[in-house]
């Protein structure tokens, strides 16, 4: 059964850190484009950080560039997210995804056919 689960979340102040991790069971990630979407209440699912199995390359949206950090470990078959600097509109859901990914689409929500449950990241003071 291929299955993703997500671990880390949590309730941080703002300017702090987290470190969201990912596991992938049934199938190995390192032949797969990876990555984090996120929604917050009352707004759409969105895209934060890919990676393409292709080359290697990385997406950030712009909210989060220079922030958010995106890592893969294929030993562990694990992806990452760290996230530093967090600001109140960073809370939301955020969810692990990974997906046959083609070229030029990265981070495009309909690539992506695995999606873990997702983990709670709040950031309030």
């Known amino acids: 059964q291929l299955q993703l689960v997500e671990s880390g979340g949590g309730l941080v102040q703002p300017g702090g850190s987290l470190k969201l991790s990912c596991a992938a069971s049934?199938?190995?990630?390192?032949?797969?484009?990876i990555g984090w979407f996120r929604q917050a209440p009352g707004k759409e699912r969105e895209g934060v950080s890919c990676?393409?199995?292709?080359?290697?390359?990385?997406y950030y949206t712009d909210s989060v560039k220079g922030r958010f950090s995106i890592s893969r470990d294929n030993a562990k078959n694990t992806v990452h997210l760290q996230m530093n600097s967090l600001k109140p509109e960073d809370t939301a859901v955020y969810y692990c995804?990974?997906?046959?990914?083609?070229?030029?689409?990265?981070?495009?929500?309909?690539?992506?056919?695995?999606w873990g449950q997702g983990t709670q990241v709040t950031v309030s003071s």
């Open positions: 049934g199938f190995t990630l390192d032949t797969y484009g």
């Open positions: 995804v990974a997906g046959k990914v083609p070229w030029g689409r990265l981070c495009q929500r309909r690539e992506y056919d695995y």
């Open positions: 990676i393409s199995s292709h080359d290697g390359s990385t």
